[in-house]
């Protein structure tokens, strides 16, 4: 596959990681250069320099990462990059399918090669695809598989890969070419349904990701190799897919069906100030309640000033009854707990005269050091936040697994009739169920 | 069309011997639902308990994975079942009442049934027969009803085919613990993350009784490397290993060494592989010394390829502080090496995280949850399982990076030209500017806000959606 020399050569593909959402592949060729809103980069310059390294631009503006492939980046690096969700998938078909060195697999997939495809089509003529042929939209694609596959059989083992659209095929050839996965990938433009696989009584597992997969399933079967157990996987996004494919499965005799749903759950991660103890938020509130009610008795102050300025200037009775009414009237507002205070004046003021100063003066301090605390040594008071991503996806396909037992004679024999097959079944049962079906119909 | 590429020419399996043969330790499962451990001994009687007991023999040179009925001593290999349709029913259940007397079979006359020799099958259609509710039962109950005798009386068990998905499997059900919550899709994952390859070079660190270190063995075939790093003095024990019934040449790749072993600054105390008196005074001494001299330089040639480095990938899941493991062999990885890190405490990976990004050697950490949800698949009765696992774990994967200090962000270009522009914005820009250069990992920005994006242009996608179905 690609290469696993220390250093980038000419002609390799690597893969450049711009930012996080920016990844791309470049097939080095001395000669060009890689131009970006990350600086300029002559490929040249990157021949010799170890896989893995980052490097500043030639004008000193900027830096990227060149890494190595591997078949994750690759399917990051693709235009379409919602196959990262399949990820999970595919990990999960390769172990379930028991895919490692010098394993023999057949794949049907759609390889949907690129966004030139889909460029030209209205979200309206996508959508009409989509509901036509689910190859298009609902496929681990792109050859996210296929690459997968690749790395774990190695140069022993051996892929045949299938696909329907003629143009794909030949995309997805160029690539694994590029990617010097040709001896290890075969790779033929065929309708598989129609026509069937290549190779009979050969491979050790065959995954199938097409719209209508029972309609493989036999031909998968006559693939699959009979001097041991082999497996097979049907990848579809609807139950009723499903079922209809468990029931062509067990038609062909295969067995241990089973079925499977997977996700992988991003999560962010985000370093966060601690919480606060709500003593804290407590402080806050006091704190401001209080200078709340020095305000309060900041205005009357200047109400009564006012209203002696306005008294010795000459019409006090009026002015003097209406700022004890404005300051009875805050009170109720303010402290309607405070009952027993008959005469307004005397609650804030005892609260205002003896407790009050000191705690005024002890208070911001008292609640002040913890936030000053956490200004001067910013780290040791951050925490380590993680939670699940609010929006995530929910489905991908349905991943319906099943094996096919080798033939030995004993089974073989025991194939024929098949009411030996359910020997735990008790005869009679059988036509009771019969009988049970039809009365149900006739009804 | 290469035709004719059949089985008698296709290759040997790589990891492991084609068939049963004794030393093998295999996994017997039995009618009930369990799976037991037993280690093929030549020429020995298997007992299964109430299932019954074998000839050893009868296994040898058998493929994986067949099921085995067993009568006198011997195996009769059973044809594989299929899925039996359920009829359409309109029975309920009103009509059975619980604790009514239902059974005529007593447990004396079962006994007696089946030491008459009788097949399992006629034990529970005699049963059946005499069940006074059976017909008034539900097809579905009646389906559960005979499986429920079948697990009872019926004597056969399935070789379970040692796939690492399926010891992993059979592992994680027995002691989730033991495999510090390593589930098989988790294992999978770990796996693809971390680009295991044949031919590659790896480093693990693998305090959940050896499933890392059985797949990334059965990952390299025989090919490539793998030296792991464990915290005790004596090679370490993977039982997980045992079940895979790897060829000696696949697990020739592996190596070990202790904490101190492979620690650069410490000197492995040894005992001298020369004898005390200058002079060798039996074989059982001379055997004793080479033995010695063996292990010490194996150890010694483990540490120097170690402490080499270049290895193309990491993986941990470990009881003990990553980051501190991560600090300790990060230094031996090449560049681009991928690193995987599982725990089972979301708080582990998420402070690693935090750790990681502020460190230009390691690029994109990247945190995850597995979710995984089995299926009963039966006809007229599909629906997930009423029991799914919890959690498999978390895992955090990020790519090895040669940093180069001297390269700068094009953020911080920008600030700088916006700074002769506008001198009284300097110092919060500046700040900026030094995190944007990291700006996949800067606190602020959603660390895979692509996902995030992703999924809302692909909501449509969204499969299970009714109008696709038009």
Redesign the interface.
């Known amino acids: 596959m690609w290469s696993t020399a220390r250093e980038i050569a000419a002609g390799d593909v690597v893969i450049i990681w711009l930012t996080r959402d920016l990844i791309q592949p470049l097939l080095i060729t001395p000669g060009k250069e890689l131009n970006s809103r990350f600086g300029v980069y002559r490929h040249a310059d990157l021949v010799g320099v170890p896989y893995g390294s980052k490097i500043g631009s030639r004008n000193g503006k900027g830096f990227i990462h060149v890494l190595r492939p591997t078949p994750e980046l690759w399917t990051l690096a693709l235009p379409h990059r919602t196959q990262i969700l399949y990820l999970a998938d595919i990990a999960f078909v390769c172990s379930w399918l028991n895919i490692k060195p010098g394993s023999r697999v057949i794949e049907a997939a759609s390889h949907r090669k690129s966004l030139d495809l889909l460029d030209d089509s209205s979200p309206c003529v996508l959508r009409m695809r989509k509901v036509a042929s689910w190859s298009d939209e609902s496929c681990t694609g792109s050859g996210s598989f296929s690459h997968s596959v690749a790395r774990a059989i190695g140069s022993s083992g051996h892929l045949w890969s299938y696909e329907f659209h003629e143009a794909r095929a030949n995309k997805a050839r160029e690539e694994f070419t590029r990617h010097g996965m040709d001896p290890i990938v075969t790779l033929t433009h065929r309708n598989v349904c129609k026509d069937g696989f290549t190779v009979v009584d050969t491979v050790d597992s065959v995954f199938l990701d097409l719209p209508a997969p029972w309609d493989a399933v036999e031909h998968a079967k006559r693939a699959l190799r009979k001097d041991r157990i082999t497996r097979i996987c049907c990848f579809s996004p609807c139950m009723e897919q499903v079922l209809r494919t468990v029931s062509a499965l067990n038609d062909a005799g295969f067995t241990d069906i089973t079925m499977y749903e997977t996700l992988s759950r991003p999560h962010q991660v985000d370093l966060a100030p601690a919480l606060l103890p709500i003593s804290e938020v407590g402080e806050r509130l006091k704190r401001a309640e209080q200078r709340r009610e020095e305000k309060r008795l900041r205005q009357i102050a200047n109400a009564r000033a006012a209203a002696g300025k306005r008294k010795r200037t000459g019409e006090g009775e009026d002015n003097d009854a209406d700022a004890a009414g404005i300051a009875g009237k805050r009170h109720k507002m303010g402290g309607d707990g405070d009952l027993k205070g008959s005469e307004p004046e005397q609650a804030p003021a005892t609260f205002d005269s003896d407790p009050a100063p000191a705690k005024s003066e002890e208070l911001p301090s008292v609640s002040a050091s913890p936030p000053g605390a956490v200004a001067s040594s910013p780290a040791a008071d951050k925490i380590g936040l993680s939670k699940a991503f609010p929006e995530v996806r929910g489905h991908t396909s349905y991943l319906t697994f099943a094996c096919l037992l080798p033939l030995s004679l004993s089974a073989a024999a025991a194939l024929e009739p098949n009411t030996d097959a359910s020997d735990v079944e008790p005869p009679f049962q059988a036509s009771e169920n019969k009988d049970n079906t039809t009365g149900l119909t006739a009804v | 069309?290469?035709?004719?590429?059949?089985?008698s020419r296709?290759?040997i399996?790589?990891?492991r011997g084609?068939t049963i043969q004794p030393g093998n330790t295999l996994l017997l499962k039995l009618p009930s639902g369990d799976i037991k451990t037993w280690k093929f001994e030549k020429d020995s009687i298997a007992n299964l308990g109430k299932y019954g007991s074998f000839h050893a023999n009868e296994l040898l040179g058998q493929?994986?994975?067949?099921t085995y009925e067993i009568a006198d001593k011997k195996l009769?290999?059973?044809?594989?079942?299929?899925?039996?349709?359920?009829?359409?029913?309109?029975a309920t259940n009103e009509l059975i009442n619980d604790g009514q007397f239902v059974q005529p079979l007593t447990s004396e006359e079962i006994e007696a049934l089946k030491k008459s020799g009788l097949?399992?099958?006629e034990i529970?259609?005699k049963q059946?027969e005499q069940h006074a509710n059976y017909s008034l039962k539900t097809?579905y109950s009646k389906e559960k009803y005979?499986k429920r005798k079948?697990a009872k009386y019926?004597k056969y068990f399935t070789v379970v085919?040692p796939?690492?998905?399926n010891v992993c499997d059979y592992w994680f059900n027995k002691d989730q613990n033991r495999l510090r919550d390593i589930r098989?899709?988790a294992?999978?994952?770990i796996?693809?993350?971390a680009?295991v390859?044949?031919?590659g070079r790896f480093l693990a660190v693998d305090d959940a009784s050896g499933v890392i270190v059985a797949g990334i063995l059965?990952?390299?075939?025989?090919?490539g490397r793998l030296i792991t790093i464990c915290d005790v003095d004596s090679p370490p024990a993977y039982p997980v290993t045992a079940h895979m019934n790897f060829r000696k040449e696949v697990t020739d790749v592996l190596s070990s060494l202790n904490w101190a072993t492979a620690d650069e600054e410490y000197i492995p105390i040894r005992a001298s592989s020369e004898p005390p008196s200058g002079k060798i005074k039996s074989d059982a001494q001379r055997s004793r010394l080479n033995k010695r001299k063996l292990v010490s330089s194996s150890q010694t040639q483990t540490r120097e390829e170690l402490f080499n480095g270049?290895f193309d990938g990491l993986i941990i899941a470990s009881e003990y502080d990553p980051s501190s493991i991560l600090e300790r062999l990060a230094p031996y990885l090449?560049?681009?090496?991928?690193i995987v890190v599982h725990s089972l405490h979301?708080?582990v990976?998420?402070?690693l995280?935090?750790k990681l990004r502020d460190d230009?050697q390691f690029?994109?950490p990247?945190?995850?949850?597995?979710?995984?949800?089995?299926?009963q698949?039966l006809?007229g009765r599909?629906h997930p399982m009423m029991n799914m696992s919890g959690s498999g774990g978390?895992i955090l994967h990020t790519?090895?990076?040669?940093?180069?200090p001297?390269?700068?962000?094009?953020m911080a270009?920008r600030q700088r030209a916006k700074k002769a522009k506008i001198e009284n914005e300097i110092l919060t820009e500046t700040t900026c500017a030094n995190s944007t250069s990291r700006?996949?990992?800067s606190?602020g920005s959603?660390?895979?806000?692509?996902?995030?994006s992703?999924?809302?242009?692909?909501?449509?996608?969204?499969?299970?959606d009714l109008?696709?179905?038009?």
Do not use: C
């Open positions: 069309m290469d035709l004719g590429e059949g089985s296709a290759p399996d790589k990891t084609d493929p994986y994975g067949l009769k290999e059973m044809a594989s079942r299929t899925l039996q349709e359920v009829g359409d029913t309109d097949h399992a099958s529970i259609r059946i097809e005979k079948e019926s085919d796939t690492v998905f098989p899709d294992l999978s994952q796996l693809n993350l680009n390859r044949p031919g059965e990952r390299l075939g025989g090919y270049e090449a560049g681009s090496a991928s979301v708080q990976i998420t402070d995280q935090n230009p690029l994109g990247t945190m995850t949850e597995m979710w995984l949800r089995r299926y698949v006809p599909t978390f790519t090895k990076i040669y940093d180069d001297a390269a700068s962000s094009v270009h700006s996949n990992v606190p959603h660390p895979m806000a692509d996902f995030q992703s999924a809302e242009d692909t909501v449509e996608e969204g499969v299970p109008t696709d179905l038009a």
